[in-house]
């Protein structure tokens, strides 16, 4: 068989394999001005559930992306890292990156996966209980990462669980590990937010569009944020919402440095912005609705030239494609990055860091 000459060309392109779409920052970046790793800080998160942002301060963060970075640059051998752990991924609402990632992150590490891709193929459509699933993900696997429409169905797991669970995301409250996925692609992106001072006039200005109170990336994203008030000018947040951050989140911002700005004017802000989070889509209870759509992003948009734009996606029209092969685009190193930022993740749960980490690489 003859295979055409554009499929050729196709598979051959180099720069097409390796995926190198928007800004890329080079994972060393991060390593070149830092000690080595604290495993001290790393061994925080040994036989951890990760449930909530708040579990993250700024070293425990800063030390996850390094060892992140030195998976992603492939620093030393993992392929047997994990190959006596079995995760399951067990998503009752639907997912491409979070579920993938994970399960992508085990198998890196030489672990096993076992997987839920949909609610409808379990006991719950026959009315089976939280309670009676996590007695079984005891019984088939060591770790579980859980997505759920239900705010109260992690909390709930956690109750019958001898295991730790990852949060993949409960309905409008969290998605912890996404937002270590956002940090350590700004961390790649500009290293000096994770050391020392920036200067107060080239501190960051970040824009979130959406309503961190019910939105779970953006709410992880912002807890995280308010770890860098030393880095971190000013947040402002774009919604159509009258209160955009609720009770929970306005008592963090209150106690946090940074000053927190609410705008309609997502325009005229543009010229100021450093770093621009978007998300649209939020799952409210019955449904997903869609939020910030009236603040669009394309090519044509009032960037600074500098700019990078994250987003968790799924996207929907407040992203255009067109912004894609620009620098702008960071989303798509951020979604990459979450395989990376994940193994570290698992590492530090097994308690595996310093089996794996050459001394040469620790503090
Ligand atoms: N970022 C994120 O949560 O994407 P998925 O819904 O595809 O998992």
């Known amino acids: 068989m003859t295979i055409p000459a554009s499929r050729v060309e196709h598979v051959a392109d180099p720069s097409r394999k390796a995926g190198l779409i928007g800004n890329c920052p080079d994972p060393a970046q991060l390593l070149g001005h830092s000690p080595g790793l604290r495993l ?4 925080r998160l040994r036989d951890a559930s990760v449930l909530s942002a708040a579990q993250f301060d700024k070293d425990l963060l800063c030390e996850l992306a390094k ?4 998976l992603q640059l492939k620093s030393f051998p993992v392929l047997d890292a994990l190959e ?21 992150a085990m198998l890196h590490l030489g672990g096993k996966t076992i997987s839920v891709a949909d609610a409808k193929t379990t006991g719950v459509a026959k009315g089976e209980s939280m309670r009676d699933i996590g007695q ?16 109260s169905a992690v909390g709930e797991l956690c109750k019958y669980l001898r295991i730790p669970l990852l949060n993949g995301g409960n309905g409008s409250d969290e998605h912890p590990s996404q937002a ?36 779970r990336t953006v709410k992880s994203f912002l807890m995280l944020a308010l770890l860098f008030e030393k880095n971190i000018n000013h947040i402002t947040i774009f919604s159509e919402m009258a209160d955009p951050l609720g009770e929970e989140i306005r008592a963090m911002t209150n106690a946090s440095a940074i000053g927190i700005n609410f705008s309609q004017d ?6 100021y912005l450093d770093v ?5 889509i939020a799952y409210l209870g019955d449904g997903y609705r869609f939020f910030g759509d009236a603040f669009s992003l394309d090519a044509s948009s009032p ?27 960071l989303y798509f190193n951020q979604a990459d990055g979450a395989v990376w930022i994940r193994q570290a993740l698992l590492l530090c749960i097994f308690g595996r860091v310093a089996d794996v980490v050459p001394p040469e690489h620790l503090s």
């Not at 001290?40 to 061994?43: A, G, Y």
Request: hydrophobic residues 45%; charged residues 20%; glycine residues 4%.
């Open 40 to 43: 001290d800080v790393l061994d």
């Open 266 to 271: 997502l325009s005229q802000s543009l010229e």
């Open 180 to 215: 270590l996925a956002d940090w350590y692609a700004l961390l790649k992106w500009r290293p000096e937010i994770a050391y020392g001072t920036i200067p107060e006039k080239f501190r960051l200005n970040i824009g979130i569009i959406g309503t961190p109170g019910n939105m």
């Open 67 to 70: 060892l992140a970075a030195l």
């Open 84 to 104: 006596d752990k079995i995760l399951a991924a067990a998503f009752f609402e639907p997912s491409t990156r979070t579920r993938l990632s994970f399960e992508s």
């Open 136 to 151: 079984m993900f005891n019984s088939y696997a060591d770790i579980v990462a859980v997505r759920h429409t239900e705010q």
């Open 303 to 329: 960037l600074k030239p500098d700019t990078v734009i994250l987003h968790p996606l799924a996207r929907g029209e407040e992203l255009s494609v067109d912004l894609d092969h620009t620098q702008h685009n």
């Open 276 to 280: 621009v989070y978007m998300n649209a």
